[in-house]
Structures are given as structure tokens and as C-alpha cells.
């Protein structure tokens, strides 16, 4: 922690989180038309041939929570408009990311096929689907390549030719938008803003930034999910005891327990989950889900236990690769080892000769223009910025180890990490519930509206014990300018003695207990004063 933040009062936190939104807050009166995205109206009119004419129309999606969103989404829709949709979500470790051509031959008899969150780097496939006579729409939200497939439309709001205002949303917007414009045009009475509380959990499981059309799209399913009888939300909030749930629920608990069927076994199931008919169907899949959740956690934190050691302190990107990792950790892996070493980190699973695996970017670094440079050494490759997907031969990792080094300062800052969540050094007299309530006015936090975070420098530790099975969480009792306030850290095997003085960094959340509210410090790095 270092001392370059602000002192803060309730003024200057206001105006800190105020500066966020340069725009005036959005409602969804302001969304954009389906029309202003490129190939839509192409689109839309061929698949509305395609339900009139009774043709074969089958959907790929994606295997993660936006996909499975995307795909849950176009089936709810053509349920209620009573038209046949068939649908695969490929399996991550059988048939590899996307549309790809180890599904053309599972599509050959079919009239049209639609991506949902994936597509945009098919080309090959698309090349197939062509030969076999089979119409292609593609809607993707990914960077598009250089070479695009050639396909009947492809829905992208990266496309250079595209007017869609946003170019940061997600697959199951588009998905969202696609199903709105088939609405109008075949004249149905559907209520799509009710598909918001779907869409509000891909925005944020996705990480996108909660501004503009995406706020204003999360908010709103924020509220339906909190009023939902949906059986997959109502079974979800009767699990976790949650009257309402808030943005930080999907992120850290919803979206990583539907992430978990296809890391672990098949995304089909999360698709079965969200698309449950009943209550009692969605608790007996949740069940399952929580089952494969927990397995992945513990695959997790095996894998990244191996890969902390193969981390060299000299490399400014960090390479690990080993048999025998689960190559549906390896994302969440990449993303523990870049917090905790504060730089860019790539894990490969290997299996055979061939090295999979995935990268996550540290502090505005573009690991995608990065990674890009080397992409002759590389079998495949996608992604964006922040996130990367890549396979490689396994005699080819030291050379991309070595070779990843040397391009670092092109594309990352050399700048001393600054975590750009915290909003400056906060004094415990300050913290109260009126605090509480000025920062909750700022919500959904995630991605570009973080939920701000403090530092409080030389407080006192009155009390402190060890919580959780393994001993691995903390509760403490601070003391600072007269005030007392609870904390709690989680997983962590640092251990503090009564009268320490240390400095903290931290965010306000109430805890509710045996019916009392009180502020409660969710401490996420302790250090302390020498």
C-alpha cells in the first residue's frame, strides 16, 4: 500500500464517485435500435424465412456464463414464439471452443445456423457450412480478426462498418437485441424486458463495464431477478438464505457456479438450470451444479498450489505449463497468480504434445496485442485485452516463454502498480451508515464502477480469531481515532497479535446477524507498521 492516495471526507468521495459517470445515468428508454448493429435487419429477415418456412434452425453457443445466457435466452424465446429450435453448446474438452469444424458434421442437416458469443473467428467452419448449403448467422461480441468468416450476416458490434454506439457488451445483449427485433418483426407480444434478468447476470459474469446501456441493462434485471419467480433465481436464493441478491452475488457466487459445469463436465447442464420449468427440476440441477463447484474449487486450488512454484521472479509475464492440470481451471488459475505476483500470468494444460490453456492481463496491460505478436508460434488463439484463450505444441512454450518477454513494454505499463479500485485514505470517523448509503446510490459495482475500496493507516487490532474449517479466514476488532469497527479477511495464513498496529485495506459492507445490521470492513490486505 503505498502513500500516493488522497485523505477523504464525504464530500470528496462523492465527487470521486460521481466522476465516474461523465454522462448522466442512462435508463433503458435510451437504448440503441437493433437496427444500428450491422447484418442485423439481414439477419432477422432470414431467420424469420427460416421459422415461417419450417426449415431446420439449430444454435451453437459457448460454454461459459454468456453463452449459456445467450443460448437460455434464444431458447426462451423460441419457445414462446412455438417454433422449433434445436441447440449445442460444444463441450470444452471433446469438441474445443465455439463453432468449430468437429461440429459441422452435427449440423449438416440442418437449413440455418446461429451463433450466440461465438463465430466471429470460424472461418473454417463457415467455409464448410457454405459447401454444405447451409445459411450461417454469426453474433459474437469478440475482436474481430483480420480474416472474418464468410458467413449470410454476422452480428458484431466491433465491426468497423457497425453503428452500434457500445462496442463494450457482451454476447447475450446481442442475443437480447436479435430476439427483440424477431419480435417485431414477426409481430409478437412478448415481454422482452423480462429477459433482463438473464442478460444482467451475463453483463456481469462477463465483466463488462457497468456504464452506459449496461448499467442501465443491469439495474433493471437487478430489480426483476429480486422480484423473479423464475424457478433457476428462486432456487438459487432459497440455497444461498438471500432475500435480495446485488451485483457482487452474480459475480462471486451465481456466475462461478454456472461457469462450473463447463469447466468441470458440460455447460448443457447450466443451460438445463436456467431453463428449469419448475422449481423442483431447477433445485435438483442446482444441486448437481453446487456439487461440480465445489470439485472445481478444489481442482483450483491444487493447480494453482503447483503453479506458484513454477513462477520465476525474473519473468515480467508469467508462463506455467504442467501435465496433469485441469484445463478447466486453468483460467481462474491465471487470474489468482496475477493478483497475487501483481503481473500479466498464461497457464497451459498439457496433455500429449499439445499445450491449452489461458492468460489474464494485470494493471491495463493488452495481453491480446501481446500475445498477438507471437502468433506464428501458436496453433490457436483469441480473446481480448484482459482475457486470452491459446493452444500451442509443447515444445514450443520455452521459446513463447522467452519470446512473450521481450515485447512487455510495448504493451503493458512499466508503471509501479497502483490499484485503481482504491479511492484514497479514509479515517474511521467517517464511516458510518450515511457512507454506506451515499456509496450504495452508485450501484451495480463491477467492472469500470468498482466498488470502492479504503486505507486506514495505523489501527489498532483489539481482538482477533481464526474462522472456517481450515482456520484460513480472519475476524478482527479495529480501533482508529476512537472508533471501533469489525473486519473480516478471507484465505489467509498471516497471523496478527492483540495491540498490532497495522494498516488495512478494505471495503464497507452492513453484515447481517440474528436480525442486526451493523457496518462490517471486508479487509482485503492487511500490512503491518513498522
Known amino acids: 500500500m503505498n502513500n500516493s492516495h488522497p485523505a477523504l471526507d464525504l464530500e470528496s468521495i ?17 437504448l440503441p435500435h437493433p437496427s444500428t448493429f450491422k447484418d442485423m435487419d439481414r439477419a432477422v429477415s432470414r431467420i424469420v424465412e427460416a421459422i415461417k418456412s419450417n426449415q431446420k434452425i439449430i444454435l451453437i453457443g459457448d460454454y461459459d456464463v454468456d453463452g449459456v445466457i445467450s443460448t437460455s435466452i434464444m431458447r426462451r424465446f423460441f419457445t414462446q414464439i412455438d417454433s422449433p429450435l434445436d441447440w449445442i453448446i460444444p463441450n470444452r474438452f471433446r ?28 472461418v473454417e467452419a463457415a467455409r464448410e457450412c457454405k459447401e454444405l448449403g447451409i445459411d450461417l448467422i454469426i453474433t459474437d461480441h469478440h475482436i474481430v480478426p483480420d480474416l ?5 450476416a454476422i452480428v458484431n458490434q466491433k465491426q468497423p462498418e457497425c453503428l452500434f454506439p457500445h462496442a463494450e457488451i457482451c454476447g447475450a445483449q446481442i442475443a437480447w437485441y436479435l430476439c427483440s427485433a424477431l419480435k417485431k418483426e414477426l409481430n409478437k407480444q412478448i415481454d422482452m424486458k423480462s429477459y433482463l434478468e438473464m442478460t444482467a447476470i451475463a453483463i456481469i459474469a462477463d465483466i463488462m463495464p457497468l456504464q452506459h446501456i ?19 433465481i428462486k432456487a438459487y436464493r432459497e440455497q444461498n438464505n438471500k432475500v435480495l441478491l446485488v451485483a457482487e452475488d452474480i459475480a462471486f457466487g451465481l456466475a462461478p457456479l454456472l461457469n462450473s459445469a463447463g469447466r468441470i463436465e458440460d455447460a448443457s447442464l447450466a443451460v438445463d438450470f436456467v431453463s428449469a ?30 503453479a ?16 496433469g492440470w485441469h484445463e478447466g481451471v486453468v483460467g481462474i488459475v491465471a487470474a489468482r497468480l496475477s493478483r497475487a505476483f501483481e503481473r500479466p500470468a498464461i497457464v497451459l494444460s498439457q496433455n500429449g504434445d ?9 494493471n491495463g496491460c493488452n495481453l491480446f496485442e501481446l500475445v498477438n505478436v507471437h502468433r506464428d508460434i501458436l496453433d490457436k488463439f483469441g480473446g481480448h485485452s484482459a482475457a486470452i484463450g491459446l493452444s500451442l505444441s509443447k515444445n514450443g512454450v520455452d521459446k513463447f516463454r522467452e519470446k512473450i518477454q521481450e515485447k512487455i513494454e510495448k504493451y503493458c505499463s512499466s508503471d509501479e502498480y497502483c490499484d485503481p479500485d482504491i479511492l484514497g485514505e479514509l479515517s474511521f470517523r467517517y464511516i458510518d451508515f450515511e457512507l454506506l448509503s451515499m456509496i450504495t446510490q452508485y450501484e451495480p459495482f463491477g467492472e469500470a464502477n468498482p466498488k470502492p475500496k479504503f486505507i486506514t493507516r495505523a489501527v489498532e487490532i483489539l481482538a482477533i480469531q481464526t474462522m472456517g474449517k481450515e482456520q484460513n479466514h480472519l475476524r478482527f476488532t479495529f480501533q482508529s481515532d476512537a472508533q471501533i469497527l469489525n473486519g473480516v479477511q478471507f484465505k489467509t495464513r498471516e497471523r496478527y497479535a492483540i495491540g498490532d498496529r497495522v494498516d488495512i485495506l478494505y471495503k464497507i459492507n452492513e453484515n447481517h446477524f440474528r436480525g442486526n445490521t451493523t457496518l462490517q470492513l471486508m479487509v482485503e490486505k492487511v500490512h503491518r507498521c513498522t
Open 277 to 306: 420449468p419448475n422449481i423442483y427440476e431447477a433445485r435438483t440441477t442446482l444441486e448437481r451444479l453446487i456439487a461440480l463447484n465445489e470439485q472445481r474449487k478444489a481442482l483450483e486450488e491444487r493447480v494453482t498450489a503447483e
Open 95 to 122: 469438441d474445443g471452443y465455439g463453432l468449430s469444424t468437429s461440429l459441422v458434421s452435427r449440423v449438416r442437416d440442418y437449413d440455418l445456423v446461429i451463433t450466440v458469443d461465438n463465430g466471429i473467428s470460424a
Open 308 to 323: 506458484t512454484t513454477q513462477v520465476a521472479n525474473e519473468d515480467k509475464v508469467i508462463v506455467v505449463a504442467s501435465e
Open 148 to 152: 472474418v468468416p464468410d458467413a449470410y
Open 214 to 232: 449496461n448499467r442501465a441493462m443491469v439495474q433493471t434485471g437487478l430489480k426483476l431477478i429480486n422480484s423473479s419467480n423464475t424457478p433457476f
Open 14 to 30: 462523492f465527487e470521486l464517485l460521481a466522476k465516474r459517470f461523465s454522462n448522466t445515468f442512462l435508463s433503458l428508454k435510451d
Open 354 to 362: 499439445i499445450c491449452k490453456g489461458s492468460g489474464r492481463s494485470f
